[in-house]
C-alpha cells in the first residue's frame, strides 16, 4: 500500500513511501538514480578487505604495500622499515606469490621490500642495480645468496653475517668457504692460495697476498705467511702476524711447543691459539734510597720523601709548600709530606728543639710509621 502524506511547512511539501522502506538496513533511490546503502544498516560487512589492495590475504600480502607489521610466528624479526620478513623460518615474507622479499635499491636508497623475482638461482651471478637479477635470497658481491638467521642456514661453510652498506642490514651468507685445516702440514688449497682462519673464527683458501711473519702488520689474514695468523698483537690495539697454533695439547701444533718462549697464547677460539707477545712482567726497580732529614738524592729533579712500599726514597719533586693540599708525599717541595691531605714539615723525632718546625720546641714532632723521620704537628 502506498502512502502519501501532505505537510505546508514554508510551503508545499509532498512525502510518499513505501511501508517496506520503513524495515531496517534497506536501500534508498536518490535523486539522481544512484542506489546509496543505508545509514542505518546493522548488517556487519564481510567482504575480507584487508587493506587499499582489496586482497583477502590470500596472496599473503596484507596492505598496498605488501608488509604486515607483525610477524609473531616467525623465528627471526625483519630490520625495522622493512616491509617483508625474508627470514628462514617464517611461514609468510608478507610478498605476492610472484614476488621474492629482498634488498633493492630505488637510486641511492636501500630498502628490503617486495619486488618481482628474477631468474638467477642461489649461488649465480647477480647484478643488484641493471640485473640479472636474483629469483630468490639476495645479491651480495655479484652472487646470489641466502638470507639467514644462523650459519647452519647456510650451504658451502659459509658464515651468516650482517650485511654491509647502509641500513637495513639483514643478515646474509657469505661467500662458500672451502673447509680447510690451516695447521695441517699438507696445504689441500690450490697453487696460489693457502688455508688461513679468518677472524670470525673460519677458514677458507685464500689467495696469498704477504709473506708477515712473527710481529709483521696485517690487515687480513692473507697478509701473512702459511701457518700465521693476523690478530691483535696487545693491550694497543695494534694488529700483527702470529705463530698459529691449537690449544689442543694432543694436537702436533700444540701452543704449548708452537709458541717461543717470549710469547704467551692468546686463545682465538675453536681450537686455535695465537702466540702473541708476552706481557712484561719484570718489576720495576726500586727508586734510591735516601735520607730525609739530609735530601741528599744524587738528582736535582728528586726529593727524598717517606714512603710506606720503599722507606725513604727519591722521587720527582713536587712544589707545595707548607699546608698546601696534597695527595701524595711528593705533591710537596722538598723537606716536606704529605699527612691528611696537607703538606707538614719533615722534623726529626729525636731532636728535642724540633728545629725543622715553625714553632719549635712547643711542636709536636709524630714520628712516621715505618721511617726514622717525623712530621711537624702544629
Known sequence: MRYCFIFFVAGALIACSEASDLSEGTETTSPDGQTAADSTSSTTETDNTDGTDSSNGSDETDGADGATGDYANCQFQPPVGATCNPYPGCPITGCASEDI????????????GCVEAGAVAMGGSCDHTDGPFCSNGVCVEGECRAFCVGNDDCPGNAVCTQMSG???RPTVCGAAQSDCDPLASADTCAAGTACYLKNDGSTDCLTIQGNGQQGNACNAPEDCATGFVC?????AGETGCATLCSTDTENPAACSGACPSETQVKDLGNGYGACVPAEDTTPAEPPPSCNVLLQDCASEAQGCYPTNEFGEACLVKGNGGYKADCNQVNDCAPGLTCVASK????????DPFNENCETGVE??????EGATSGYCDE
Not at 101 to 112: A, E, I, N
Not at 231 to 235: A, I, M, N, W, Y
Not at 343 to 350: G, K, N, T, V
Not at 363 to 368: G, I, L, R, T
Open 343 to 350: 703538606c707538614r714539615w719533615i722534623c726529626d723525632p729525636s
Open 166 to 168: 647502509p641500513p637495513p
Open 231 to 235: 690478530t691483535v698483537l696487545g693491550e
Open 363 to 368: 711542636a709536636q714532632c709524630a714520628a712516621s
Open 101 to 112: 622479499c629482498t634488498v633493492y635499491f630505488t637510486g641511492t636508497k636501500k630498502q628490503l
